[in-house]
């Protein structure tokens, strides 16, 4: 009786904290996508994106390995995330000439590897940031079922000011 009451209270914690980081994804992308797309003296660059981003996450890790994407299928580290700031429903592969695809601060580039080339907004163009986060779970037969992940991602388009 003892252990199955254990598997309860740490399911319903589990339940808890990916219910938690839903909503805290969802919110860290809307200010993520803020930053990107807000005019200022300083346009906005990946960086800051990804300082919004952290910011928001409170204690989880947050990366950006291929800014522009494209957005990978691979899962991320435990219990952290990665960000991508890229044109609204990206392709799945490389792009050597993307629509416009990064906040205005950054610089033009091409491609780089497995990273598609950076092609910084202008003229009120739309700005994706995606959130993919790798949630690892504390209850042991719920984790070996979901092969210790459970990945939760989070999209916002918004349109630039600039």
Do not use: K
């Amino acid at each position: 009786m003892s252990p199955v009451l254990l598997l309860l209270l740490f399911g319903i914690v589990d339940i808890g904290r990916a219910i938690f980081y839903y909503d805290t994804l969802h919110h860290a992308a809307r200010e993520g996508a803020r930053v990107a797309v807000r005019a200022s003296n300083q346009l906005p660059t990946n960086t800051d994106v990804l300082n919004a981003v952290g910011g928001q996450m409170l204690g989880a890790p947050v990366s950006a390995p291929c800014p522009q994407g494209p957005i990978s299928g691979a899962t991320p580290p435990a219990n952290s995330a990665w960000v991508y700031i890229t044109e609204p429903s990206p392709p799945g592969g490389v792009e050597s000439a993307p629509p416009p695809n990064a906040p205005g601060g950054e610089y033009a580039a091409i491609a780089n590897g497995s990273c598609s080339a950076i092609n910084p907004a202008s003229g009120n163009s739309q700005i994706e940031v995606t959130i993919r986060f790798n949630l690892v779970l504390v209850t042991p037969i719920v984790a070996q079922a979901t092969a210790n992940h459970v990945v939760i991602s989070a999209a916002v388009v918004y349109r630039t000011e600039y």
